[in-house]
């Protein structure tokens, strides 16, 4: 379903020298699979969730999914191909002001050129407790809601692939279970793949699969070396 073939991400700094943030020999996630990806912070998670979306361009290598190879299209086909086959859940929400609850996941379909789908947009709502808040503008909502209106429209375009950034980061206690039930109950049910990056050890206690980025990445497999050397060496 995904597979990553010497993908490699850097940044210009202002000296002209190269910043690398990603180096992944390989990677493969299967079609229906359900993994977290863990690490600590700086070590390229949200990076390498941008580039497999499609929202940043890798330096070199490939990023295939289904088949394609999508640092190979353009940037508008890119987001055409985001839409119809990718959900993201981002940290920062991303909801548009001026719509409701409804009309954000809604949206999220019509740009998938699947329609609006009233029944089951409003079914994801329901599904994340937030039936009572359809018609709610993301301003008349806490930042926990808001974060379950992004993960409903994340699954609204029915997608094979889903990136989850924390998706339970912004999510009172009492309704982060439900929200990764959701993701993964859905992402079953539909055979869809899920990536979802967290910082919960609650969290990716429950999957079968967590991928540590310091072992895939290797920049950061060498700055957690840098960094355990520097240690030794104080102690």
Known sequence: ?????????????????????LD?????????????????????KTTLLHIIAGILRPTSGHVLIDGWDTPLLTESERDQFRARRIGYVFQTFNLLPGFSALENVQLGMAFAGRGRDK???????????LGHRLHHK???????????????????????LVLA??????????????????????CRAENVALILVTHSP??????????????VNLVAKRKLAEREATLAATN
């Open 24 to 44: 992944v020999p390989s990677w493969k996630v299967d079609a229906g699979e359900q993994v977290v990806v863990v690490g600590p912070s700086g070590c390229g």
């Open 138 to 160: 993301p301003s008349q909502m806490s930042v926990g809601e808001q974060q379950r209106v992004s993960v409903a429209r994340a699954l609204a375009n029915q997608p094979k």
């Open 202 to 215: 609650q969290v990716a206690e429950q999957f079968d699969r967590v991928d540590l980025l310091t072992d």
């Open 1 to 21: 379903m995904l597979e990553l073939r010497n993908l490699k991400k850097s940044y210009k700094e202002p000296d002209g020298g190269e910043l690398p943030i």
């Open 119 to 129: 029944k089951r947009a409003i079914d994801l709502l329901e599904r994340v407790g």
């Open 165 to 186: 950034d924390e998706p339970t980061a912004n999510v009172d206690v009492g309704n982060q279970q439900l929200v990764v039930d959701m993701l993964r109950e859905t």
